[in-house]
């Protein structure tokens, strides 16, 4: 059988997509599945308001309402809950970050075969409050870490790089996706939440 191909689209400030990231690897071990990961920059303050706190954990800065608190809280709540069950740790974020430049590093580390270590220690260390999506010179280090040379960083981030995240960006959203992580069959199937994953997994098996 033709092997399975399924475009999993994901964002490293969206704690959802983090707890899905190693269920999904071992989907790709079991079925045998061509997974392709793709960058989604989700744009939370249109859905969810924005808000920023200090050191404290003081609101300093909010546009969200009663509504949009709660479901904020809950999520957290509940990616915490889960987070504790696999040893993994969310820290809520301190604001909410712009992960377009991140996003673009998933490229460049794809490009440069460290993919896999960059996507784990980019979602580990945002996490933990320990990197700074917006950091050119973190996430080189990152990169460093991870073993690709970051001499062709800078023209990436700014040129190639950004057209391509925003290819991809106009792509996914004209096959319908609005979240992460979502899940994309060749067939134009869409699945969003990791909830769908038993699902996907099953189609997946199927075509093997």
Request: proline residues 2%; neutral net charge.
């Amino acid at each position: 059988m033709t092997q399975c191909a399924i475009k999993v689209y994901s964002d490293y400030k969206s704690p959802y997509a983090y707890l899905a990231k190693d269920l999904i690897y071992q989907l790709e071990r079991d079925t045998g599945a061509r997974i392709e990961w793709l960058p989604y920059t989700l744009d939370i303050p249109a859905y969810l308001g924005s808000a920023s706190v200090d050191a404290g954990g003081k609101v300093v800065e909010e546009s969200r309402n009663a509504h949009q608190w709660r479901r904020v809280k809950y999520s957290y709540m509940d990616c915490r809950r889960e987070a504790n069950r696999r040893g993994l740790t969310i820290r809520g974020p301190k604001k909410i970050f712009d992960s377009s430049l991140a996003n673009i590093g998933m490229l460049y580390a794809t490009q440069h075969g460290v993919f896999r270590a960059y996507h784990d220690r980019v979602f580990e260390l945002f996490w933990r409050r320990e990197l700074d999506l917006e950091n050119v010179a973190a996430l080189a280090s990152v990169l460093q870490q991870c073993g690709a040379a970051t001499g062709a960083l800078a023209d990436f981030l700014g040129g190639e790089g950004r057209r391509a995240l925003a290819e991809i960006h106009s792509q996914a959203e004209a096959a319908g996706v609005f979240g992460v992580p979502s899940f994309l069959f060749a067939d134009g199937d869409l699945y969003w939440g990791r909830e769908h994953l038993a699902t996907v997994r099953e189609r997946a098996t199927a075509k093997a």
